[in-house]
T-cell receptor, first 111, second 113 residues
Framework: GEDVEQSLFLSVREGDSSVINCTYT??????LYWYKQEPGAGLQLLTY?????DMKQDQRLTVLLNKKDKHLSLRIADTQTGDSAIYFC???????????FGSGTRLSIRP | DVKVTQSSRYLVKRTGEKVFLECVQD?????MFWYRQDPGLGLRLIYF???????EKGDIPEGYSVSREKKERFSLILESASTNQTSMYLC????????????FGSGTRLTVV
């Protein structure tokens, strides 16, 4: 079945860029997503990218999609303490309404 | 502000009790989902629904049931709560069109003692 994998932890220094990586197996993925979960809260949709795009930028966030390698990344520029959270990569194909989530990457910020 | 509302933020129940977790969305979304989230296990899909009165089993439906009598409301039922059902429960909804991304509720942290 479909699978989404991402590393569990990432630690970056405040002010640096964070890059969170994700790989997926479903070659028919249509949409790919990044969600953010702050402690004790639900997940919040940060951004999404359609599979015919290579890149999407939204303020400090840049999403890169390599469809050939089935690799998705999220870059957060000028990382701040408020960016501390768990980031989930997810994908969906056009035939389904169900989204497949990765296990989440916990981003911690060092002063 | 459109949203998904879960009826309780924290809940403590006794083993063997019947537990109802309620979820309401005000976005006229067709699809609704229940997940549980446990440390190290990520999000696991319990049940989902694509329409009123429709339900489909997710990956871990055992010990749970659901009800969707109205489009905006999706209830998760623990028929006889057990300690291994202590978890964070997350409800989500989505449209069948467009990017189909989920909107999540804030979660209900259930403790079964």
């Amino acid at each position: 079945g479909e699978d989404v994998e991402q590393s569990l932890f990432l630690s970056v220094r405040e002010g640096d860029s964070s890059v969170i990586n994700c790989t997926y197996t479903d070659s028919s993925s249509t949409y790919l997503y990044w969600y953010k979960q702050e402690p004790g809260a639900g997940l919040q949709l940060l951004t999404y990218i359609f599979s015919n795009m290579d890149m999407k930028q939204d303020q400090r966030l840049t999403v890169l999609l390599n469809k050939k390698d089935k690799h998705l990344s999220l870059r957060i520029a000028d990382t701040q303490t408020g960016d501390s959270a768990i980031y989930f990569c997810a994908e969906k194909d056009s035939s389904a309404s169900k989204i497949i989530f990765g296990s989440g990457t916990r981003l911690s910020i060092r002063p | 502000d459109v949203k998904v509302t879960q009826s309780s933020r924290y809940l403590v129940k006794r083993t063997g009790e019947k537990v109802f977790l309620e979820c309401v969305q005000d976005m006229d979304h067709e699809n609704m989902f229940w997940y549980r989230q446990d440390p190290g296990l990520g999000l696991r899909l319990i049940y989902f629904s694509y329409d009123v009165k429709m339900k489909e089993k997710g990956d871990i439906p055992e010990g749970y049931s659901v009800s969707r009598e109205k489009k905006e409301r999706f209830s998760l039922i623990l028929e006889s709560a057990s300690t291994n059902q202590t978890s964070m429960y997350l409800c989500a909804s989505s449209l069948s069109t467009g990017h189909g991304g989920y909107t999540f509720g804030s979660g209900t942290r259930l403790t079964v003692v």
